[in-house]
């Protein structure tokens, strides 16, 4: 049936409407807080768990080794799916594929609510991941494509107070849920925000589609998937208690050997196919690959140590979930500050001065709290953060302006979601690392206390006895029953200063791994775009 004229005169309204909207300059900013909606629930994620990790522990009687595995398995899903997000975004429409990332997103948070155990919760952690991987670095695509080069760096700075309030509000609303619901809240509170995220991608923005669509690599995909999954479990399971054989165990030489298998079959599938899932020809550039070099080695020391601090105040110091997120505070804070500065110093100036600035006051944030004790004071904690705070905000702005500067427009999206991969997996490694290092020095540090405690030495004799005369004060029993639980004081205390020992010499591997990030910014180039080059 033809169309009347008055349906006609109605649908060229509409078209030449949604033009002026889109042309309009608030248009781009307008975009910029959509996005910015996804990147904070995608970060906060990644950040509240950590605040609730004691709590899913205690709940789920599990130990470390197996705990950890709620944040690897989302920031392992999470850099999985990175590659083939600016495929489903060429295909489908990079509106539509943000929109449903978010989709799956919130749906994960809503079953990881209802998580019954810890198997259920690291599957559907799963789910979030996905959501997450997709989301982030089309996200990252929609504001660079929207946003001129000029302008570029303004915009991930204020791109990146999204994440920065992740870092900062994500810790404090999670302990407080959790101290006064349940763990599981921490999860239920994404849902809302993500239906308003979807109501505003629908409402907001424009669909783009590139001209030329790419068949997907599939072998490539699965490679990939196979080789992260089985490195980063030969790594995480290393130390597991169930592994008795340790580094020499048939799993662990299984997994590695399947890791490299896997890694040899995605190098030969991304040189012999036309399209492979992820260009490495984008390493060519070279600030694009001494960027990506920077970004993993920050994923592995900052990320993979982001979950220290929290066991610590819980383990330790006996702070309450919501007293512990609460230290993060003045991080979020300060990055959201000091990020659209750095953006601004990006555009205007040398980017290397506030990217070096910031690796080395993070390296000297995490050298700081390394010498923490179970008298720590509350001064002695925050220092470290604000310093952590501010180093973070100054980084990656500029890092992200310099990476895709000399990136073509048709492959922002692949590059955008290639430093989230090696930002992911740097930090997928880190959490894997330090978790197995954190088992391995709290059994040294035990074993070399337990050692040191001579129960023929007048000291301890003297502890003891006071201890035994303490607890019979306190609650009674017979002097058997308060030798016993004076000697199981003297343990648990020990057990304590041996878990914070343990945490320090993580935080002191993280430091060194930061400060060596330093050496690959010193070498990246200045440049910047001309007319005509890739970048514009």
Known sequence: MAASPAQDFRKSLTRQVGSLHHQHDLYRWWVLANVMIGTFMSVLDATIVNVALPKIMATFGVSVDKAEWVIT????????????SGWLAD???YKRTYFWSLFLFTLGSLLCGLSWNESALIFFRVIQGIGAGLMMPVGMAIVTREFPVEKRGVAMGFWSIAAAASVSFGPMIGGWLIDNFRWHAIFDVNVPVGILGMLATWIIQREYKTEKIVSFDLVGFI???VFLVSLLLALAEGNAAWNTGGWTSNFILTCLAISLVGLVVFLIDNFSVKDPLIDLGLFRSFNFAVTNLVLFIFGLGMFGSTFLLPLYLQGSLGYTALQAGMVFLPVGILQGVMAPISGIMADKANPKIPIVIGIVLLAFSLYLNSFLSV???HSQIMRPLYI?????????APLSTIALLAVPRNKIAQASGLLNITRQIGGSFGVAI???MLLRRGI???AVYGQALNQYDPTFKHIAASLTHFVQQSIGGTLSEATTMATVLIGSQVGKQALVEAINDDFFFAAIILALAVIPILLIRNSKPGPGKPGK
């Open 91 to 93: 295909h489908f429409g």
């Open 434 to 436: 330090l978790g197995t």
């Open 388 to 396: 952590r705070g501010a180093a973070m905000g100054l980084m990656f």
């Open 223 to 225: 490679s990939l998937t």
């Open 73 to 84: 398995a989302y920031m392992l899903v999470f850099a999985v799916m990175l590659p083939s």
């Open 375 to 377: 008298f720590s004071e």
């Open 444 to 446: 040294f540090h035990a």
